[in-house]
């Protein structure tokens, strides 16, 4: 259950920092490749003004082609997706962010009028099945990340106030959250395994996972010292968590200590976005 004024804010902070970042960009800058396979700015933003119109009740546009054949497409999200990036493709970077500041406004309309028990009702989320609230985090780390999808495509670094606002927040509880999946089943942590994951510079956060049976995110360890220490800075954190390739205005290193062969495999599975 998730406190919907909360989730909110990030929601509707992510919308605007998309918004502001795109505002001055050159069409030659809307067509610059990201580290998504297949996707420029341009579609980047097309999925993101998509998926809010999917969400508004707007059906899904045929695709032009058999998505079968389409190589970055790879399973029933990228499906998903994929059609509206194709169908929005011929509109200049000016109409894509029209659409974009139009179907958010819709869609913030719409969130701000929903009673908190369909708030926290369950439903499907990328995740799996879960609260509405959650499936809304969801979408704010989801916006939140594309925004730095697009600033590293464009070498755009965020400055230090642009990383400590609520989508930066909400993004990292959202991860967070699958922290215990990552070092558990990802990284095989054994059992009586206590994992700190230090993150640094504007980012900085202590995440804490202990295996006692299972994995689980806890506040503290009781007490006892970690078992495995990762440092690694904490938007470069982010980057490998997506899937992403790390970005060249963040430091890069990752240092270990405790069971560095423990640490080292939970980096190396860190990339848990489908």
């Known amino acids: 259950m998730l406190d919907k004024d909360d989730v909110l804010e990030g929601l509707f902070a992510s919308w605007d920092g998309i918004a502001a970042l795109l505002a001055d960009l050159s069409e030659d800058e809307w067509r610059t490749a990201t580290d998504l396979p297949g996707w420029d700015v341009h579609a980047v933003v097309a999925h993101m003004a998509g998926t809010e119109s999917m969400l508004l009740g707007l059906a899904t546009p045929e695709p032009d082609v058999d998505l079968a054949t389409v190589e970055h497409v790879r399973n029933f999200v990228g499906a998903m997706n994929e059609p509206w990036v194709r169908s929005l ?47 809304m985090r969801i979408r704010a780390f989801d916006c939140w990340m594309h925004e730095q999808d697009i600033r590293a495509a464009l070498d755009r670094e965020p400055n230090a106030a642009q990383l400590s606002t609520a989508d930066a927040r909400i993004s990292l509880d959202e991860m967070a959250a699958s922290m215990s999946f990552v070092v558990g089943k990802r990284g095989q942590a054994p059992d009586g395994s206590r994992v700190l994951l230090q993150l640094t510079g504007p980012l900085s956060r202590e995440i804490r996972v202990a295996v006692d049976g299972r994995a689980a995110l806890v506040e503290d360890f009781g007490g006892a010292e970690p078992t495995t220490v990762v440092t690694l800075d904490g938007l470069q954190f982010t980057r490998l968590a997506g899937g992403r390739g790390l970005v060249s205005y963040r430091p890069a290193d990752v240092e270990y200590s405790g069971d560095a062969v423990l640490g080292a495999r939970i980096v190396q599975n860190l990339a848990y976005v489908i």
């Open 89 to 135: 493709r011929a509109e200049s970077g000016a109409q894509l962010l029209e659409r974009f500041r139009d179907v958010t406004a819709q869609r913030r309309i719409a969130l701000a009028a929903i009673p908190i028990d369909e708030w926290n009702a369950p439903t499907q989320t990328p995740a799996g099945p879960d609260s509405y609230g959650r499936f």
